[in-house]
């Protein structure tokens, strides 16, 4: 088994419900994503979350970007942050309510501007990241030819195929620069050739930087279970209206993350069997 330690909490939920009058959609939500360290190696952490369509997937998608807040409960980022001690200046750990704008937000729709090229919606994006100031051509000419889209950059968003829409708008959040990327069903209505493109650019991502965190709402289990460390699972259970998460999958545990040739491993088909039984 790879060696890896769980560290801080980067991100967490306490206790979130969502409530509209009298309906319930979301209760009692708990859980916690945490640092994850491979020793050598630069590692982000990939965080799915799977359950039925109306399980409430969207709105909590929703509660975590800070678009909306919950009803009761809490989601809070942990963060590191220079302090001043004695003559000196150290990082310490602080947590807060996470607020719109903390997360790079990917919707389905990949909406981009339409009257402005790529390399304009890239730039507006660079400039809204302090740590790219003076380098944000640099960083835009880096991540295309990374991402494959360098060809494209002076095209409008109508001129795109959807792979290279959702690619500039992947490249739009990671040049903004926040930790976390927050994607709302990233695989679907791709042909089976871009999805892999897609798989490889996510995981890619999360390899760029230690506290990179990727939180991934999908119906396609299999492709979501091949990219990440843990699976949460949205349900019902018997404690009362509304869904809640009734599974954590740890699949570094289990032997299933960072691995490339999953598809025909026992351990992940059984894993995909459990999961749709708990759905
Ligand atoms: N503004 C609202 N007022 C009342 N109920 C709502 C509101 N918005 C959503 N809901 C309800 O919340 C539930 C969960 O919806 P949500 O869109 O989060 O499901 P989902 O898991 O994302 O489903 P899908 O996989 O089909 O996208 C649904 O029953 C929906 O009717
Ligand atoms: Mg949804």
């Given at each position: 088994m790879t060696s890896y330690i769980k560290k801080e909490v980067l991100l967490q939920a306490k206790g979130v419900s969502l409530c509209y009058g009298e309906k319930c959609i979301l209760r009692d939500v708990h859980f916690s994503i945490r640092d994850i360290v491979r020793p050598g190696i630069r590692q982000g952490q990939v965080v799915?979350?799977?359950?039925?369509?109306?399980?409430?997937?969207?709105?909590?998608?929703?509660l975590l970007s800070g678009l909306q807040k919950p009803t009761a409960g809490s989601i809070t980022l942990r963060e590191r942050k220079p302090a001043e001690v004695g003559n000196g200046v150290i990082e310490v750990w602080?947590?807060?309510?996470?607020?719109?704008?903390?997360?790079?937000?990917?919707?389905?729709?990949?909406?981009?501007?339409?009257?402005?090229?790529?390399?304009?919606?890239?730039?507006?994006?660079?400039?809204?990241?302090?740590?790219?100031?003076?380098?944000?051509?640099?960083?835009?000419?880096?991540?295309?030819?990374?991402?494959?889209?360098a060809d494209v950059l002076q095209q409008y968003p109508g001129q795109l195929s959807g792979g290279q829409q959702q690619r500039v708008s992947i490249?739009?959040?990671l040049l903004k620069g926040s930790n976390f990327l927050l994607l709302d069903e990233?695989?679907?209505?791709?042909?089976?050739?871009?999805?892999?493109?897609?798989?490889?650019?996510?995981?890619?991502?999360?390899?760029?930087?230690?506290?990179?965190?990727?939180?991934?709402?999908?119906?396609?289990?299999?492709?979501?279970?091949?990219?990440?460390?843990?699976?949460?699972?949205?349900?019902?259970?018997?404690?009362?209206?509304?869904?809640?998460?009734?599974?954590?999958?740890?699949l570094i545990e289990r032997g299933l993350a960072w691995r490339s040739d999953l598809r025909e491993d026992k351990v992940f088909l059984d894993t995909l069997a459990e999961i749709k039984d708990c759905l």
């Open positions: 799915s979350l799977v359950g039925r369509s109306g399980m409430g997937k969207t709105q909590l998608f929703r602080r947590e807060r309510p996470v607020q719109a704008g903390d997360m790079g937000v990917i919707f389905q729709n990949y909406y981009q501007f339409g009257w402005r090229t790529v390399k304009q919606s890239l730039l507006l994006a660079a400039r809204r990241n302090p740590a790219l100031a003076g380098k944000q051509e640099e960083a835009i000419r880096e991540y295309a030819n990374r991402f494959d889209i490249i739009q959040q990233p695989f679907s209505g791709l042909d089976i050739c871009v999805l892999e493109k897609v798989t490889e650019l996510l995981l890619q991502v999360s390899l760029s930087d230690e506290l990179k965190t990727l939180i991934i709402v999908s119906h396609d289990i299999a492709t979501a279970v091949a990219i990440s460390d843990t699976v949460f699972i949205l349900g019902r259970d018997a404690g009362g209206e509304g869904s809640t998460l009734v599974r954590e999958i740890d």
